[in-house]
Nanobody
Framework: QVQLVESGGGLVQPGGSLRLSCAASGNFFRINSMGWYRQAPGKQRELVAD???????NYADSAKARATITRDNAKNTVYLQMNSLKPEDTAVYYC???????????????WGPGTQVTVSS
C-alpha cells in the first residue's frame, strides 16, 4: 500500500505563487515517476508536470513557462512551484506516483486525495 500526502494548496491572488508538496510513503520497491495533475470544475483531469527518478521532466504546454517541478528521491517527495498564477489555474491538484511494487514486480499508479488551489482576488 502506498500513501500520498499533499500540502500547499489554498487561495492565491492572480499573479501570485504557490508551492505544492507531495510525500509518498508505504511499502514499495521504487517510485518510477511522480507528478501533478489538475482538474477544474467540468473539465477532465490534465497533466501539469511529472518527473522521473532520473530527472526527466515533462510539462504541459499551459504550465511550461510558469511551473517548476522538482523531486527529492531520498524523501520520496515531489514539489511543484507555480508562478504568475491565473484564475484559470483554479483546480483541484492531484499528486500522482507510478510505483514499482514487489511480489511479483508490477507497476501501479497511485493518486493523492487532491488539494484545492483557487486563484482569485
Amino acid at each position: 500500500q502506498v500513501q500520498l500526502v499533499e500540502s500547499g494548496g489554498g487561495l492565491v491572488q492572480p499573479g501570485g505563487s504557490l508551492r505544492l508538496s507531495c510525500a509518498a510513503s508505504g511499502n514499495f520497491f521504487r517510485i518510477n515517476s511522480m507528478g501533478w495533475y489538475r482538474q477544474a470544475p467540468g473539465k477532465q483531469r490534465e497533466l501539469v508536470a511529472d518527473i522521473t527518478t532520473s530527472g526527466t521532466i515533462n510539462y504541459a504546454d499551459s504550465a511550461k513557462a510558469r511551473a517548476t517541478i522538482t523531486r527529492d528521491n531520498a524523501k520520496n517527495t515531489v514539489y511543484l512551484q507555480m508562478n504568475s498564477l491565473k484564475p484559470e489555474d483554479t483546480a483541484v491538484y492531484y499528486c500522482n506516483a507510478v510505483v514499482l511494487l514487489t511480489g511479483p514486480y508490477h507497476v501501479t499508479p497511485y493518486w493523492g486525495p487532491g488539494t484545492q488551489v483557487t486563484v482569485s482576488s
